[in-house]
């Protein structure tokens, strides 16, 4: 009796393990996604995951990681306002947000919470793309879909969302290639150190560059896509340097220009993000040199992912790597009011909206949101 009792719990046990974990396993099926403009797959290549449906509403988390910067602040505002809207709020019982800063560990600590609080999605910004194996097995076990984005992770076992940031260094350096057609010395204001987007980035320059076949003397410092940093880098590098042909910055776009000014180095060719304040810059200075490339993605990717997640969730068919699109705008055509906005904030990144996913917002409906955990 006894050994067949425990022999019963066992099998039991053992039932519930595998049950459990093929929930966990999403289904590989044939695409297209549920909705086709907006679930675009990375490559036609890319799989196409088919979770089991959850009956809502859910919990949803944002664990994001660097937090000290306008476009990581205005994402968590952006994030606050899609969970906000009427049809979004509907679908959630509780969406969290935790910013853990660098610490890649407490990152990683904060994800292991949420899968051991019993969320249904984790919606992560991750600070670095290779350290995070045992959570996402964690996730991937405990039946949590875990989406990705901007700073990805190097898995095919969860969903990631992204623009094509290598492909975003491709645009700026050959901008750079365009009006410096004999080479140069350039300034390469990078971003945040180990992190996929810096270091795609950087890689598209580079590669590009180096494939011009003309000489090219590059100058790197860490930006950290922030202004007051990447002003005091650009600063302390044009003391140092004295005079650079062209530069290209991943973000702090404004404080770069502004240290040009302060520091009267003449405006030279300029491949950069698409803060507000650096658009202005553009428009303005346009007749005296300046002329840019501002291409990216605005905060706003981080409302696909969490639409991501919710059609995950719901049993919809989604790409395991979706690609969105870039925002670009380049000498001469900086419209006011339509590229950039004179009346907001320098620190405003421009490109907020996503119409082929039904997502777009207004600078109101994102400032009204704070940054703090939630």
């Known amino acids: 009796m006894y050994k067949t009792l425990v022999g019963g719990l066992l099998a039991a046990a053992a039932f519930a393990l595998s049950h459990s974990t093929a929930l966990a396993q999403p289904e590989i099926v044939s695409g297209p996604a549920a909705e086709a403009d907006c679930f675009v797959p990375w490559t036609a290549d890319t799989k196409f995951f088919k979770f089991p449906k959850k009956d809502g509403p859910y919990r949803i988390a944002l664990a994001n990681g660097y937090i000290a910067n306008t476009w990581r602040i205005q994402m968590i505002q952006t994030a606050k306002a899609y969970a906000a809207q009427s049809d979004v709020a509907a679908k959630l ?3 969290k947000v935790v910013s853990t800063g660098e610490d890649v560990p407490a990152q990683i600590s904060a994800i292991n919470n949420f899968i051991d609080s019993g969320y249904d999605a984790i919606v ?3 600070q670095n793309p290779t350290a995070f194996g045992p959570v996402i097995k964690r996730a991937k076990q405990a039946g949590v879909v875990l989406v990705a984005f901007d700073n990805i992770l190097d898995t095919q076992d969860a969903i990631n969302v992204n623009v094509d940031q290598k492909g975003l260094g491709v645009l700026w350096a ?9 080479g140069g010395k350039v300034l390469e204001v990078r971003g945040v150190a180990g992190t996929s987007v810096d270091t795609d980035r950087h890689n598209g320059i580079h590669e590009t560059l180096d494939a011009t076949g003309k000489k090219w003397d590059v100058v790197e410092v860490l930006g ?4 007051p940093t990447a002003q005091k880098a650009t600063a302390d590098a044009i003391a140092v340097h004295k005079k650079f042909d062209g530069i290209t910055a991943q973000g702090g776009d404004t404080g770069v220009v502004q240290a040009m000014i302060d520091a009267k180095h003449p405006f030279v060719p300029f491949g950069g993000e698409t803060e507000n304040g650096f658009r202005k810059f ?3 200075y346009a007749g005296e040199g300046l002329k840019c490339s501002s291409a990216g993605t ?3 990717q981080v409302a696909v992912a969490i639409k991501t997640a919710i059609a995950a969730l719901e049993g919809q068919v989604v790409p395991q790597s979706i690609k969105l699109p870039l925002a670009i705008v380049e000498d001469p055509n900086f419209k ?3 590229d950039f906005y004179p009346d907001q904030s320098d ?4 490109g907020n909206a996503f119409p082929t996913c039904g997502i777009n917002f207004t600078a109101q409906e994102i400032m009204g949101q704070s940054k703090e955990n939630q």
């Not at 950290?224 to 202004?227: F, G, Q, S, T």
């Not at 620190?347 to 421009?350: A, D, G, H, P, R």
């Open 93 to 95: 019982k509780e969406f």
């Open 124 to 126: 992560v910004n991750a």
């Open 174 to 182: 050959n901008w750079l290639a365009k009006h410096l057609p004999d």
């Open 224 to 227: 950290k896509w922030d202004d």
């Open 282 to 284: 553009c428009a303005k």
């Open 298 to 300: 605005g905060p706003a």
């Open 336 to 338: 006011e009011g339509q």
């Open 347 to 350: 620190n405003f990144f421009v």
